[in-house]
């Protein structure tokens, strides 16, 4: 495979399910990154890591976790979530976090909190 | 904090009739400007980055260009396939990927 790819691409999941999800890069990157998509609002970057640490957390709440094991794998650990959190989430990586750096996205996860 | 506002929000064009799309932005100490097409249900696929304005980049039917204030993306003569989501994305100092609203394109035949 290359490029970014996230499993699921669909999830349901109820608000006292604990679920995650997987990003994984095959583009030799340094730096990962979680987004959020919701309907009728622009992307919110919620999470970034430069060579498996954690540079930014953008206020995002505590029922989100993320995990990033190694410069290839992402991991968003969702638990209690609820029905306003239910969106698109996108991984994406880049060379490394610079500012200048180009970002390139997986076709994302579609989440469903009922 | 940086801003960025996409206009129109949508967009209906006939089959081979050329337009443009604005992005406008507020940033302090641009590093990058990124342009990004978004098919339904899929992740924004990478267009174009432009880092100085009088920069200009051409992919096929689309061109991209950069003022100090604001970003055009003119699609030429465009086909069918061309409809799509665009998005438009800027950089300051820092890791922070700031998105506009994007702008939805329908091209009919």
């Known amino acids: 495979e290359t490029g970014v790819t996230q499993t699921p691409r669909h999830l349901v999941m109820g608000m006292t399910n604990k679920k995650s999800l997987k990003c994984e890069q095959h583009?030799?990157?340094?730096?990962m990154y979680w987004y959020k998509q919701s309907a009728k609002k622009p992307l919110e970057l919620m999470f970034v890591?430069?060579?498996?640490?954690?540079?930014e957390n953008n206020s995002v709440p505590s029922r989100f976790s993320p995990e990033c094991p190694n410069s290839s794998h992402l991991f968003l650990h969702l638990h209690t979530l609820q029905p306003e959190d239910s969106a698109l989430y996108l991984c994406?990586?880049?060379?490394?976090?610079?500012?200048?750096?180009?970002?390139?996205f997986g076709p994302g996860t579609r989440l469903t909190v009922l | 904090e940086d801003q960025v506002t996409q206009s129109p929000e949508a967009l209906r064009l006939q089959e081979g009739e050329s337009s443009s799309l604005n992005c406008s932005y507020t940033?302090?100490?641009?590093?990058?400007l990124f342009w990004y097409r978004q098919d339904p249900g899929k992740g924004p696929e990478f267009l174009f980055t432009?880092?100085?304005a009088g920069e200009e980049k051409e992919k096929e039917r689309l061109k991209a260009t950069l003022t100090k204030k604001e970003s055009f993306l003119h699609i030429t003569a465009p086909k069918p396939e061309d409809s799509a989501t665009y998005l438009c994305?800027?950089?300051?100092?820092?890791?922070?990927?700031?998105f506009g609203g994007g702008t939805r394109v329908l091209v009919k035949p």
């Open positions: 583009l030799g990157h340094n730096a």
């Open positions: 432009l880092y100085s």
């Open positions: 890591y430069n060579f498996k640490e954690q540079t």
């Open positions: 994305a800027v950089k300051a100092a820092g890791n922070k990927l700031t």
């Open positions: 994406a990586s880049s060379p490394t976090s610079l500012s200048t750096d180009t970002q390139y």
């Open positions: 940033v302090s100490g641009l590093r990058g």
